[in-house]
């Protein structure tokens, strides 16, 4: 079958006409254009019109590390859920070789009206935010904490194509390094930090979410907040509720790595910390001792980086914001799905 050529263009309202790129598709294919976007491709076809594939890409500013970045792209419709997840045996081994066929997904109730990708992906893009609990709870194990954050960061920061940031909180939230992919700007904040003051965990946490969502990016990435704390929250502003709400509509994934010592798992704060990971789709992993935190790395290193990647038609779709819960279930025996509980739809522009 012939290959046809296509233009695919993006407008990001408030940012221009951040992005033009030449792709090539096998048909069939689907594209809506509002006429702005229509003008602009039909000018744009004109230009090339006649010239090697190797003048338009020029032309239009593809460079070859373009299109090595563009490489596996995954791209989501307005009117389709993503949804990527884990798969766990009961000795908490990674499943990885799960079929479509074996999983369940229930949207509001409803099975969705179609599954567009289901695929085990690998080294998807992280947008990332370590947070640093620095108060003089933690005081003790802090020492053991900063040891450790090179070889955490070495092993979570792939220069090449994420990007972290690093912040810490006492009594309120402090930004130390903004987004790099500079791992060894990133381990050289981190042991800068000093102890001292209260905890407001939850209100880091907002300030962490924000940070993430401020970060526009061309690609599907996965948003990470990695909370090294010791879960003694005694001054915080907001709720926790607030938190699992703004994380779910930032798409973000709280991942916790509890330092504590000798906290009971029925301690409210853990309950709280512990739900606040589960429903975002990370997890509440225990690092109180350098064997624990070792096995809590190496397991972030496989959740972050392998994982399936589910894309879905709801059955009943608008654009108004409101919440839906997701259920995601496997139906091989002994096995334990990890994904975030449900999500907010997005809002059409001027709602």
Same mark, same amino acid.
């Given at each position: 079958?012939?290959?046809?050529?296509?233009? $695919?263009?993006?407008?990001?309202?408030?940012?221009?006409?951040?992005? =033009?790129?030449?792709?090539?598709?096998?048909?069939?294919?689907?594209?809506?254009?509002?006429?702005?976007?229509?003008?602009? *491709?039909?000018?744009?076809?004109?230009?090339?019109?006649?010239?090697?594939? *190797?003048?338009?890409? *020029?032309?239009?500013?593809?460079?070859? #590390?373009?299109?090595?970045?563009?490489?596996?792209?995954?791209?989501?419709?307005?009117?389709? %859920?993503?949804?990527?997840?884990?798969?766990?045996?009961?000795?908490?081994?990674?499943?990885?070789?799960?079929?479509?066929?074996?999983?369940?997904?229930?949207?509001?109730?409803? @099975?969705?009206?179609?599954?567009?990708?289901?695929?085990?992906?690998?080294?998807?893009?992280?947008?990332?935010?370590?947070?640093?609990?620095?108060?003089?709870?933690?005081?003790?194990?802090?020492?053991?904490?900063?040891?450790? !954050?090179?070889?955490?960061?070495?092993?979570?920061?792939?220069?090449?194509?994420?990007?972290?940031? %690093?912040?810490?909180? +006492?009594?309120?939230? #402090?930004? %130390?390094?903004?987004?790099?992919?500079?791992?060894?700007?990133?381990?050289?904040?981190?042991?800068?930090?000093?102890?001292?003051?209260?905890?407001?965990?939850?209100?880091? $946490?907002?300030?962490?979410?924000?940070?993430? @969502?401020?970060?526009?990016?061309?690609?599907?990435?996965?948003?990470?907040?990695?909370?090294?704390?010791?879960?003694?929250? +005694?001054?915080?502003?907001?709720?926790?509720?607030? =938190?699992?709400?703004?994380? $779910?509509?930032?798409?973000?994934?709280? =991942?916790?790595?509890?330092?504590?010592?000798?906290?009971?798992?029925?301690?409210?704060?853990?309950? +709280?910390?512990?739900?606040?990971?589960?429903?975002?789709?990370?997890?509440?992993?225990?690092?109180? +001792?350098?064997?624990?935190?070792?096995?809590?790395?190496?397991?972030?290193?496989?959740?972050?980086?392998?994982?399936?990647?589910? !894309?879905?038609?709801?059955?009943?779709? #608008?654009?108004?914001?409101?919440?839906?819960?997701?259920?995601?279930?496997?139906?091989?025996?002994?096995?334990?799905?990890?994904?975030?509980?449900?999500?907010? !739809?997005?809002?059409? *522009?001027?709602?």
């Amino acid at each position: 079958m012939t290959k046809r050529t296509f233009f $695919l263009v993006q407008h990001v309202p408030g940012r221009g006409w951040s992005k =033009i790129a030449l792709c090539l598709f096998r048909p069939p294919f689907k594209v809506q254009l509002n006429p702005k976007s229509m003008y602009l *491709a039909f000018v744009l076809v004109l230009l090339v019109s006649g010239s090697s594939l *190797a003048q338009r890409k *020029a032309q239009i500013g593809i460079t070859p #590390a373009d299109e090595t970045k563009s490489m596996g792209t995954f791209v989501l419709h307005v009117d389709e %859920v993503d949804l990527p997840f884990v798969v766990v045996d009961k000795h908490h081994h990674w499943i990885t070789n799960l079929s479509q066929e074996e999983i369940r997904v229930r949207d509001n109730g409803l @099975s969705p009206k179609s599954i567009r990708i289901f695929e085990s992906r690998s080294g998807l893009p992280l947008r990332m935010g370590l947070i640093f609990d620095t108060s003089d709870s933690i005081v003790r194990q802090f020492t053991q904490e900063k040891d450790t !954050a090179a070889l955490f960061i070495s092993r979570l920061v792939d220069p090449a194509k994420d990007l972290a940031f %690093v912040l810490k909180f +006492n009594n309120e939230p #402090a930004l %130390v390094q903004d987004l790099t992919s500079d791992t060894q700007t990133l381990a050289t904040a981190v042991q800068k930090l000093t102890v001292g003051g209260s905890t407001a965990i939850y209100d880091a $946490l907002y300030f962490a979410c924000k940070k993430l @969502s401020q970060q526009q990016d061309e690609s599907y990435v996965r948003r990470v907040l990695v909370l090294l704390t010791d879960g003694d929250d +005694n001054s915080s502003q907001l709720q926790p509720a607030v =938190i699992i709400q703004e994380a $779910l509509r930032q798409n973000v994934v709280v =991942i916790v790595l509890d330092t504590s010592t000798d906290t009971p798992s029925d301690d409210l704060n853990h309950r +709280n910390l512990e739900k606040l990971a589960r429903v975002t789709g990370g997890q509440m992993l225990r690092a109180g +001792n350098k064997k624990q935190l070792a096995k809590a790395l190496e397991e972030l290193s496989s959740y972050l980086r392998s994982y399936y990647l589910l !894309a879905y038609h709801p059955a009943q779709f #608008a654009r108004d914001g409101s919440y839906h819960s997701v259920h995601l279930k496997a139906t091989r025996h002994g096995v334990r799905v990890i994904c975030r509980s449900g999500y907010y !739809a997005a809002r059409d *522009a001027g709602e």
